[in-house]
């Protein structure tokens, strides 16, 4: 069932990006993520629940990169991940969800988002626990990468 | 609503640690996140959805405690975070959060569990964007501290 989410929560990242803050990301190929560690230093995580499947989502951002965002949004942006940026992060996390939410539920698949929570602290790494594989969207961008991770349980 | 929610969540998270890891924590006072920072080095996030609300929750471990937890319950553990412990440390919070389910169903509170994510990295902090108070309680141990941490949209 992973592979049909791609498309939807990779859409809606770049749609979200794009909108709210002109910030055109360029993803690369989806992968299966094995050995892989992606690190960043902001992350937004939320849990889906329906009754197909349970799962888990979550986009890490490098400081740089969300630093840019805020700045394309606001006109400025602080020096480091402070709060405003773990809200605009959490609320990123939470359009993108709704965004793909919205893609799926034309396919027939529903879900109900939990809350997001978002985790910050240079180079850490985020292990997704629900039983299916871990699908990885890196993104690249002249401002710093992002990583939209996501897996369900089969 | 999240005041009834901490018997549960404290009472479930004792007694997994005691029964799984013969490991007794002794809790502080349970009390509003404000501007309290709580930092850890492996924690587990599990998002929960309701027909009377969404939320989320993370019990954050600093790396002694879940260091010695893996070596309590098999005899032995790895020199530091590693896949073992990121594994050990969502099944707790499976456990944890499935135990305190079961205690709210009997008051009528029921929810559905996403499947849980563990982030690993020296010094995170967990926020979460759920609209209610955070809620926070401090777990003390001999070898180090734990925190659990929740919220619910009101």
Same mark, same amino acid.
Do not use: C, W
């Given at each position: 069932?992973?592979?049909?989410?791609?498309?939807?929560?990779?859409?809606?990242?770049?749609?979200? =990006?794009?909108?709210? #803050?002109?910030? *055109?990301?360029?993803? @690369?190929?989806?992968? &299966?993520?094995?050995?892989?560690?992606? %690190?960043?230093?902001?992350?937004?995580?939320?849990g889906m629940v329906s009754?197909?499947a349970k799962g888990?989502?979550?986009?890490?951002?490098?400081?740089?990169?969300?630093?840019?965002?805020?700045?394309? =949004?606001?006109?400025? #942006?602080?020096? *480091?991940?402070?709060? @405003?940026?773990?809200? &605009?992060?959490?609320?990123?996390?939470? %359009?993108?969800?709704?965004?793909?939410?919205?893609?799926?539920?034309?396919?027939?698949?529903?879900f109900d988002m939990a809350?997001?929570?978002?985790?910050?602290?240079?180079?850490?790494?985020?292990?997704?626990?629900?039983?299916?594989?871990?699908?990885?969207?890196?993104?690249?961008?002249?401002?710093?990468?992002?990583?939209?991770?996501?897996?369900?349980?089969?």
């Amino acid at each position: 069932m992973n592979v049909e989410f791609i498309n939807p929560f990779l859409s809606s990242m770049l749609n979200v =990006m794009s909108t709210m #803050a002109q910030m *055109e990301l360029t993803p @690369e190929k989806p992968r &299966l993520k094995k050995n892989e560690v992606a %690190m960043g230093d902001v992350s937004g995580l939320i849990g889906m629940v329906s009754k197909q499947a349970k799962g888990s989502l979550s986009i890490t951002f490098e400081a740089s990169l969300a630093l840019a965002t805020m700045k394309n =949004m606001v006109g400025e #942006a602080p020096d *480091e991940v402070n709060e @405003e940026i773990t809200d &605009l992060i959490g609320e990123i996390t939470n %359009m993108v969800t709704g965004g793909a939410k919205r893609l799926l539920s034309e396919k027939g698949i529903e879900f109900d988002m939990a809350t997001p929570i978002v985790v910050s602290g240079p180079n850490h790494t985020i292990h997704h626990k629900a039983k299916g594989p871990v699908i990885i969207i890196p993104l690249k961008s002249d401002v710093g990468r992002a990583y939209i991770e996501f897996s369900f349980d089969e």
